[in-house]
């Protein structure tokens, strides 16, 4: 299986502030990774997919980069409603895997 | 405006089965891959499997032995099937659908039901 490590884990940060979120696959994925967005009680929600993608709908202050094994997500200036938790999961292979996840909290 | 909409009971036995459906409306239900993926409370999200329209199936290692995926093209509807189910299964299950573009080359999930909380609990 490919692990998916995301960091960090949780971060607090401000409205306007830019936050990075940081995934790292355990072998080379290419672009085979997509980006989703959770708030509490609620399914995951695509943000980018192949890497840097914005999916139809979602904001252009997210951004996605990297390939092969380091990937990053950017959120350029913060709103109240991107306090959520986000997961990257990559889809090289199956089975499919997701990070552990990056909770985004108020500071 | 594709939805997705997951049932079943909400608690299980343990050693029991766990059976859940996922309902497609909005679009075909062909030319997709249907994915289970599970969460159990405070946690991560986990892989369970996915089939093809066609009723190709693969499933994750850590619960192929005793995972079943099925699906209903006429109904447009998918199942999961999990046996012998402990405390650990309990989790908030979701449906979804996993496209691939040509333009990306790359699979995602695009659409996901609301979820499920199944319980495992005697």
């Known amino acids: 299986d490919i692990q998916m490590t995301q960091s960090p884990s949780s971060l607090s940060a401000s409205v306007g502030e830019r936050v990075t979120i940081t995934c790292r696959a355990s072998q080379s994925i290419g672009n085979y990774l997509n980006w989703y967005q959770q708030k509490p009680g609620k399914a995951p929600n695509l943000l980018i997919f192949?890497?840097?993608s914005l999916q139809s709908g979602v904001p252009s202050r997210f951004i996605g980069s990297g390939s092969g094994t380091d990937f990053t997500l950017t959120v350029t200036s913060l709103l109240p409603e991107d306090f959520a938790t986000y997961y990257c999961?990559?889809?090289?292979?199956?089975?499919?895997?997701f990070g552990g996840g990056t909770k985004v909290e108020i500071k | 405006q594709v939805q997705l909409q997951e049932s079943g009971p909400g608690l299980v036995k343990p050693s029991e089965t766990l059976s859940l459906t996922c309902s497609v409306s909005g679009d075909s239900i062909s030319s997709y891959y249907w994915s289970w993926i599970r969460q159990p409370p405070g946690k991560g999200l986990e892989w369970i499997g996915h089939?093809?329209?066609?009723?190709?199936?693969t499933y994750n290692p850590s619960l192929k032995s005793r995972v079943t995926i099925s699906v209903d093209t006429s109904k447009k509807k998918f199942s999961l099937k999990l046996r012998s189910v402990t405390a650990a299964d309990t989790a908030v299950y979701f449906c979804a659908r996993e496209v691939w573009t040509a333009g990306s080359g790359v699979y995602y999930f695009d659409y996901w039901g609301q979820g499920t909380l199944v319980t495992v609990s005697s």
């Open positions: 192949a890497a840097s």
């Open positions: 999961q990559q889809s090289y292979s199956t089975p499919r895997t």
């Open positions: 089939i093809y329209y066609s009723g190709s199936t």
